[in-house]
């Protein structure tokens, strides 16, 4: 079945614009529109969409709030929110991630970028701007305790390897593809490098993988 996402922006030609790339690929289809905070909302609860493209600032309730209000419904557990904004204002990003959305992504992005977007968060990744994902992890490290738990984790090789693939941006289809193994194995090594490295999501991940050496800042993209 085709990934059902709601578009959430107060301006209409913007809304018609996502509508249109969204529409284009055969497996994504717009289940609806709304153009307030409050409207999302709502809208969520009616539709429970896969995946919601949430604008920040809007009237009638900023997205940010929208955002916090709709993960934090039982009913929703599933839906996944990938916030667009015009600005990479770091205030912006960590309150989003703070809300519970899954990714953060500019709106200059290509119309292939967001329809990938929408693919990775279904499919439950984390998915940011690459400027946003460098500056999203200088902000962790900067903030981070003493390294203790996270370095001192053992990793098999093929962990390490995937931890590798996870910290330069790739995702879980192109990991397999890199190293040859199926999806499902992907997602095993990931969850057990969350549990092993006591990382909250695949954000963390890129920045144990900027801890450990294995990439730094200018390969993540």
């Not at 289940?31 to 896969?50: H, K, M, N, S, Y």
């Not at 839906?79 to 770091?90: A, N, P």
């Not at 992907?186 to 294995?214: C, F, M, N, P």
């Amino acid at each position: 079945m085709s990934v059902q996402v709601l578009v959430v922006d107060d301006q209409p030609l913007i809304r018609h614009s996502l509508r249109l790339i969204i529409d284009s690929a055969p497996d994504l289809v717009v289940a609806g529109e709304a153009d307030t905070g409050e409207a999302a909302v709502a809208r969520a609860g009616q539709l429970r969409p896969d995946v919601v493209l949430m604008d920040i600032r809007m009237p009638g309730g900023d997205g940010i709030d929208a955002t916090r209000r709709i993960t934090a419904d039982p009913a929703l557990t599933s839906t996944r929110i990938v916030v667009l904004s015009m600005f990479e204002l770091d205030e912006y990003v960590h309150a989003a991630l703070r809300a519970g959305a899954s990714g953060f992504l500019l709106k200059d992005a290509e119309p292939g970028q967001l329809i990938d977007a929408i693919r990775r968060t279904h499919s439950g990744e984390s998915l940011f701007a690459p400027s946003i994902l460098t500056r999203l992890v200088k902000h962790y490290l900067d903030q981070s305790a003493p390294r203790t738990a996270r370095t001192q984790s053992v990793l098999t090789d093929r962990e390490t390897e995937v931890l590798t693939l996870v910290g330069r941006g790739l995702s879980n289809q192109e990991i397999a593809q890199a190293l040859s193994i199926s999806m499902g194995t992907v997602k095993t090594h990931i969850g057990s490098l969350l549990s092993k490295l006591h990382a909250r999501d695949r954000a963390q991940l890129v920045i144990a993988a900027y801890e450990r050496g294995l990439v730094s800042t200018p390969q993540l993209r």
